[in-house]
Each structure stands twice: as C-alpha cells, then as structure tokens.
C-alpha cells in the first residue's frame, strides 16, 4: 500500500521543510466550510450537484466581484470573472486556448518553477526576463519581445508574479505596472498575472503604498489576472478565477474541457458562494493576515540571530517567502544539503530558474510552521551555513 | 447580467428537451452530501483542506477500489486508481501525456460529440471506426491502425465507449473486449475506455450477461479504463477516476497540473470517500438504476405509440439513451428543426459523426425527465416525424 498516499507533502520526521510552500492545517477555515455546508446542502434545490454553468455559478461569481471590488479597491464585474480550479488548472487552460506547441512564454527569472512543468506539457518554451526589487525588468521584457518578434517566434503570453513574488518577494512598481501594460499592447502579447499572493500584504504600515493588482488593468485589454482560494483560504477548494478580457474568457468556456465537463468545480464554489456573501472571507483574510505578519518578523528576527553576517535578505511585505542571497562561499545547492543534514530542508535557487541560475540563493517559507518550529528551524540553516 | 448565468443547460420555457444528456436535480443525491459533510467537516483534522497527494486522496482510493471491485465484479486495486475531476478532464489529462499534436485518436463513429472538442483542443486528429450492435468493429479498427502505420502517423489512443454508448447504445460484446485487446497490443496502441454507462444497466433478466467491464481487462497493460460519479452520483461533484497501469498513472501524476495544484478536488472527495464507506453510493445507485429502467419502459410504450412506422429503435438495455433510425424521407437536420417547432428538441446523429455521417439518426435521451414529461415529449416528437 506503498502507493496510498493521504497528502501532497509528506515531510520526514523531525525535519522541520521551510521549503514547503502551503499553509499549516491549522489555519485551514474547517469551521467556515462546515457552516457554508450546513447552509447550501440543506436543499430544497439540488442545483449545485448540477454540471456547472460554463464560466463558473452565477451566484459565485456575483459574490466573487463584489468581494474583490472591496478587497482590490478597484473594479472587478462578476461579468468578468471566469471560474477556475485554481491558478494550476487556470495555468493549464490559458495554455490550451492561448498557445500551440513550440510558442514562446516569457516567465519571470527566478519564478515559480511548477508553472514551467504546465509551460513544458503544452510543448513551449521558456524565455526568462529579470526580476529586481521593483518587480518584472519591463524594459529587458521589451528587448526580449522584439528578439523573438526579429526572429519569427511567436509569444503566446508572458507571465508575471506581480506581487509578493514567488520565489523572490519583490512586488511590481505601479510604474512598472503601467510600462508592462504599454509594452504588452505594443507587441500584442496578453500577460498572465498571478496575483496569487496579493492579498496577503503585511506591511500596512508602510512608507509605499501597496500597487493595485493588474485586475485594474483588465480592461484596457492585454491582461489577464488569476487569482486563487488556496492561499486565502484553503488550498484542497481547487477552487480560484480569471478575470480578463470576454473574449478571452469565451475561449476558455469554449474549450472542450469546459463545454464536455460544464463549468469547474461547482460544489466548492457553491460553499465559497456562501462564505463570501456571509463575509466571513473577510474576516479569515484578516485572521491570516496577522497570523502571517507575524510569523515574518519571528522569522527576521531569527534569522538576524542565526545566519551569518554574510548571508543577506530583505523582508518581505507579504507573500509567503524570504529569499535569502549567499555569499561565494556558498553554493545552494550544497546549502540545501548542509541543511538537510541539519534537520531543516529549503528550497535551492535553481529550482526557480529556466536557465539554471540563481545558485546563490535559498527561499524559505514561513507558511507552514508555527512560531516555535520557524524559530528552531532558522536555529538549523544558521548552523548549516556557517563557515567551518 | 446577461452572462451571468446558474446551470449549464437552460431549456426555453415550454419545451421538453430530450436531448439533454444529464440526470434531472430531482435524482441528485442532495441530503446524502449533506450526511457525508456533516461527517468530514466536524474535524478534528482539516488535512481534506489541504493540497491533496497527486494520485488522489488515499481514503477516497480505497474506498473506491473496494467499491468497484464488488460493483463491477473484478478486483480492482487501489493502487492503480487516479482520481479525476471526472471523464471530460481525464481525457484531456490523457491527451496531455499520451498526444502530441498531429498524432491521431480513433473514436467510434458515432461517439460522443463533446470527446472531439477536447482532442481538437490538443491538436489531435480524429478517425472513425463503425459502431455496431455489438460496439466497435475491432476488425475494421485492426485495419485502420494498418493503414495508420503505414502511412507513417502516429496514433496517441482509441477512445471507446464500451457499455451503453453514448449515442448508439451499443454494449460491446465480452468476445470483441477480448479481441480488442489483442489489437491494441499487437499495435501497442492504449486503449482509453470511457465506462460513464458501465454500472447504469438496466436489464438484469436479460438473456445474454453483462460483459466484464474494460477495467477487468487493466492488468494486461493496454487499458485505461475512465469513470465517473457524475452520472451515478452527481455530476457537480467533478469527481471521477482513472483505473489503469501504474506507468501510465505515474505520467498523469507527474504533469505540471497535478504536480502544481496537488491531487484532484480533494474535498468533493472527501465527502464521496464518506458516502462511499458507508455504503450509500450502493443504495443510490440501485435507486437510480429502477427508476431509469422505468423510464426506459414508459419511453418504450411511448415511442411504439406515438412514432410513425418506418421510424426504428432498439430498446437500450442501460445507459441513457435511445438512438432511433429515420426512413429515408427524413434527414436528422431537418427532422430536428421539425421537431423544435412542436415543442421538443433532441440532438441530432451528425452532431456525434467526426465525419458528417449519422444523418439518418436520432438521440434520445431519458435521464433528464419525468415520466409525465417523457411521454409528453415523445408525443410531440411523433407528430413532428408524421408524414405530411
């Protein structure tokens, strides 16, 4: 029964995996679901056992615009928005309506790397653009875009993690924001972002203000952004959107996939439908956003404590990870097995390149653990990654 | 708020529309979601939250290996079951590790219509192979695969529906099942067996027994048998599975979209895991199984009442669906559109050809209507069919 597994991530005993990237159990809302449950499966109707509408419940989706109206602080008509099973499948489906085989598809470098696998298994390739603090280099992504255009290659999207990127933290300048929508337009290239982590912001108190998401910019034309219930609420929903453009969501609710299966996932959206109209996303989003703030400064202030004077990293205003730079001494891929020997595990800086950079980095996770097990892991990297 | 709509299929006000392939909300199982929900979200844990293991969560697993082994009659390991989010996107998730654009899939001619959408949407290209009273002719697809090689292309799997077949009714006989076998393995091509209509059999005292299921057939390592809960539970749920060699499933498992977003709609599973062990998908299904085989009866007596003479049928001994054979004085096109004009639709044999045959058929089907309605609309059918 080797092969009968319970969860995604099984994580060796006694180890302590800042690597993983998902929230603890304990801060899943199974008291929430139970409410939602109690309310929509009482009946009369049975509707929402149905094949689902194609671009996701209509009750979903009105309760979904009016809470990401409030919480984006912009806009965002349920008319808009396409129901998905998170950002994965979401990944998955753009792929099928936007790409053939052999286009290109300009990521960010370091980016999240299981994005690449869905890239792969729809036949493209990766072309990688610099990320700084300031988010995606939207001038290099011009260059890049005139290349491929020299060279005949056909863009099928370009993806972006605009805020609280993962793997590096950084979040897109509005400025920015708005040269990426220009530049877009200019190549006739839609982007792809992944606002996966923007709602969780910890840095209220901040001298800059947050950036609106680039579902403010949906309407200009040349962007899609897809967002998700897994980090703001639980990730086994399988539940998430894509607000965009109608004619690109009309592709998507053509698809085959959709037009065969109805619309996706209507159970567990008809259990978010009711805690969105009860409000009590909101207040799960506050519990999480306190929760994760901090945990992020446990974690400053252990990994002050512990690492080395050598090792440098900035602290991130939300998201889920520190991105940690190492001195030459180090390389990550060795960092990552001196930890593991340590009992504490990471995720090493290639894993998030195309190219096979970033061998001067770690990311950590704060997501996971609780305050404790942060605080004797970050003990561990700072033994692993002293000089001896 | 026009594109804001609450089910897939809306049917006009005053019409009976015989062509909707899906169970009516009335069948749908809603109070024992409510039972099982009551169970899963009552905690302590809230592991059913989380990311789910690749291969589908290991609870629902077993309880679906055991549950199919006593249904279908063979033994059917848990090991070898992947979950799904039902057979619409098992096929693309196949198509995904199986295909490469260009590459050519077999179907039955006719098949089900919406299959063709999800391979065109992964660049496949479609061949036909008759459907007879027995299922497919496993001699002219021995040929077709010949001719394929032959001319050098590529072919990803065929695609069958073994039982009840969705149009035509068909079940393939326990020798062509065997035969079938031997073909795709002296080709080594895979055999993808859509079993939705496996368990919805309708005819117990019927002379010649049920064949095996393709699932028994699994073990020889040139099968991939798909199911689903949708029809004999829910079809909102998304939940379905693939039973088939372990090297095939470790592909599925190894795709960016199970390897990003875990294991498939791990709540929805959660609850059928529950409704499983405590043996209530058994009873719902024996409740499902009557009440379509008295439907089946009363659009029998309907359909000899009210159809001209010339108009034939076979009485389909499981399934969903009638598949009735026109004279030559009507085209399927036309008597559709006759049809619609008397206040009742069906789907006509084209929609289900990849090769605009069919012409001369009809598909009826009894899931989505009363007895009062089914009579009524194959009384308005039989007007629309009359000579004039």
New interface residues.
């Given amino acids: 029964?080797s092969?009968?597994?319970?969860?995604?991530?099984v994580v060796p005993p006694g180890v302590i995996d800042l690597g993983v990237g998902?929230?603890a159990?304990?801060l899943?809302?199974?008291?929430l679901?139970?409410r939602a449950?109690?309310q929509r499966?009482?009946?009369p109707?049975?509707?929402?056992?149905?094949?689902?509408?194609?671009?996701g419940?209509?009750?979903l989706?009105?309760a979904l615009g009016a809470y990401l109206s409030e919480a984006y602080g912009c806009s965002v008509e349920?008319?808009h928005l396409f129901i998905t099973?998170?950002?994965?499948?979401a990944?998955?489906l753009l792929c099928?309506v936007l790409s053939?085989?052999g286009d290109v598809v300009v990521v960010e470098e370091p980016t999240y790397f299981?994005?690449?696998?869905?890239?792969?298994?729809h036949?493209l390739e990766v072309r990688g653009v610099a990320v700084d603090a300031d988010g995606l280099d939207v001038d290099e992504l011009d260059q890049v875009l005139d290349e491929l255009a020299a060279a005949g290659r056909r863009v099928a999207f370009v993806y972006t993690i605009p805020a609280f990127q993962n793997p590096t933290g950084a979040t897109m300048s509005a400025e920015r924001r708005e040269r990426l929508c220009s530049v877009s337009r200019a190549h006739d290239v839609i982007v792809v972002a992944d606002e996966v982590y923007h709602l969780l912001r910890y840095d209220d108190g901040a001298a800059t203000p947050s950036p609106a998401p680039m579902s403010a910019h949906v309407t200009n034309g040349a962007v899609v952004s897809i967002g998700t219930f897994?980090k703001i609420l639980?990730?086994?929903?399988?539940l998430g959107w894509a607000h965009g453009p109608?004619a690109l969501l009309e592709r998507m609710a053509a698809?085959?996939?959709i037009?065969?299966?109805?619309?996706?996932?209507?159970?567990?959206g008809?259990?978010v439908a009711a805690i969105l109209e009860e409000g009590w996303q909101a207040e799960h989003l506050a519990f999480l956003r306190q929760t994760y703030a901090r945990r992020v400064a446990i974690m400053t202030d252990a990994l002050r404590e512990h690492l080395p004077d050598d090792v440098a990293f900035d602290v991130p205003g939300g998201g889920y990870f520190f991105w940690l730079r190492l001195p030459d001494r180090l390389d990550a891929v060795t960092a990552r097995a001196r930890a593991q020997r340590e009992g504490v595990d990471v995720r090493d800086g290639p894993l998030f390149s195309s190219g096979g950079g970033q061998r001067d980095r770690l990311r950590l996770s704060f997501a996971y653990y609780d305050d404790d097990e942060l605080a004797q892991g970050v003990a561990r990297l700072g033994r692993a990654l002293r000089d001896r």
């Fill in positions: 029964m092969r009968i597994q319970f969860q995604q991530v998902q929230p159990n304990a899943l809302p199974l008291e679901l139970r449950a109690e499966f009482a009946g109707s049975a509707e929402l056992l149905q094949y689902g509408a194609e671009w419940d209509g009750h989706r009105l349920a008319e099973n998170g950002n994965s499948q990944l998955d099928t053939r085989p299981l994005a690449l696998t869905i890239l792969r298994d036949g897994s639980a990730p086994g929903l399988r109608l698809s085959g996939l037009e065969s299966g109805g619309g996706l996932n209507p159970v567990p008809a259990l």
